[in-house]
């Protein structure tokens, strides 16, 4: 059955430390698609990420990484060099090829930055 | 820019009332969804719908109904509010298979409270 784990529930840091989230999935489905979305205190999920199945290079934007690893089924989430802004719930989501309109989320993981 | 919009941030309803939450979107997107989010949970899908007067029951459908009448609007009703009913109510829309074109858009949330 599909699966999303986000086993930390909560993280807090000082600004400026970097912070990884992590995401395990479970799907039998060769061909899938990885999600990461930031809930900000405003409540409206944003989307920040999309990967599929047969792209495992590491992505970088910014502050923002991404490292795809198929051998453990992870798909974990590094900010850099933390800011207040990055405070939010942090979500990540799982779609198969076998039904594509729907996105399987984990639990979310609640990121504190203080200052 | 996609714009996904709910009638209400706050809700405050009694046990037994009818409760209608509404969502729009205006990027003429096929798909429509409605969440539940619940700490601990994640999100959970309640019900979606892929066309206009087309749905799909989600992950936990019982005690809510839907109705998309346009392509822009999705409703969600609680024929019978319980308390159990007490959450943030997120919708969201995309173009139809989502994994393969990208991502669900979301609104900002209702968080509804049955007394």
């Known amino acids: 059955a599909q699966k999303v784990t986000q086993a930390q529930t909560e993280i807090s840091v000082v600004e400026k430390e970097d912070v990884t989230l992590d995401c395990v999935y479970e799907?039998?489905?060769?061909?899938?698609?990885l999600f990461w979305y930031k809930q900000p205190p405003s409540g409206e999920l944003v989307f920040l990420i999309r990967?599929?199945?047969?792209?495992?290079q590491n992505e970088i934007s910014g502050r923002y990484s991404w490292n795809f690893q198929k051998s453990t089924s992870s798909f974990n989430f590094t900010i850099t060099a933390s800011q207040v802004v990055d405070s939010a719930v942090y979500f990540c989501?799982?779609?198969?090829?076998?039904?594509?309109?729907?996105?399987?989320f984990g639990t979310g993981t609640r990121l504190q930055v203080f200052p | 820019d996609v714009k996904v919009t709910q009638s209400s941030r706050y809700l405050v309803k009694r046990t037994g009332e009818k409760v209608f939450l509404e969502c729009v979107q205006d990027?003429?997107?096929?798909?429509m969804f409605w969440y539940r989010q619940d700490p601990g949970l994640g999100l959970r899908l309640i019900y979606f719908?892929?066309?206009?007067?087309?749905?799909e029951k989600g992950d936990i459908p019982e005690g809510y109904s839907v109705s998309r009448e346009k392509k822009e609007r999705f409703s969600l009703i609680l024929e019978s509010a319980s308390t159990n009913q007490t959450s943030m109510y997120l919708c969201?829309?995309?173009?139809?298979?989502?994994?393969?074109?990208?991502?669900?858009?979301f609104g900002p949330g209702t968080r509804l409270t049955v007394t």
């Open positions: 990967r599929n199945s047969f792209d495992e």
């Open positions: 969201a829309s995309s173009w139809a298979s989502v994994g393969t074109l990208g991502e669900q858009y």
């Open positions: 719908s892929y066309d206009v007067k087309m749905k």
């Open positions: 799907t039998r489905d060769t061909t899938y698609y």
């Open positions: 989501a799982l779609s198969e090829a076998s039904n594509t309109d729907k996105l399987i």
């Open positions: 990027m003429d997107h096929e798909n």
